[in-house]
Nanobody, 121 residues
């Protein structure tokens, strides 16, 4: 059973930086794409960023491109989301996802439980 565990979410001020981590366990993680999604209260879960297993291809939603960076450390089975210049509208629960194919849709096979990011002064 594949398990994804996110960490790193907390309360920060506008303009601050934060790095989220997602550790995978319980399976074989070769050729697995990973993604980050977020969900604000009363809103649909939305795509944030995704990365292929090789790390050679990345996707970002327009509102975070240039501020967020997705990366992975295969030796640690960990995917990161570096978030810079955070804005109040980035406030949401952030979810890690993994699956066979990189996509901006919610078609991933595995999901974490989420970590709360709050951006407020």
């Amino acid at each position: 059973q594949v398990r994804l565990v996110e960490s790193g979410g907390r309360l920060v001020q506008p303009g601050d930086s934060l790095r989220l981590s997602c550790v995978a366990s319980g399976g074989t993680f070769s050729n697995i794409a990973s993604g980050w999604f977020r969900q604000a209260p009363g809103m649909e879960r939305e795509f944030v960023a995704a990365i292929t297993w090789s790390g050679g291809v990345t996707y970002y939603r327009d509102s975070v491109r240039g501020r967020f960076t997705i990366s992975r450390d295969k030796s640690k089975n960990t995917v990161y989301l570096q978030m810079n210049s955070l804005k109040p509208e980035d406030t949401a629960v952030y979810y890690c996802a993994a699956g066979r194919q990189i996509t901006t849709a919610r078609d991933y096979d595995y999901w974490g439980q989420g970590t709360q990011v709050t951006v407020s002064s």
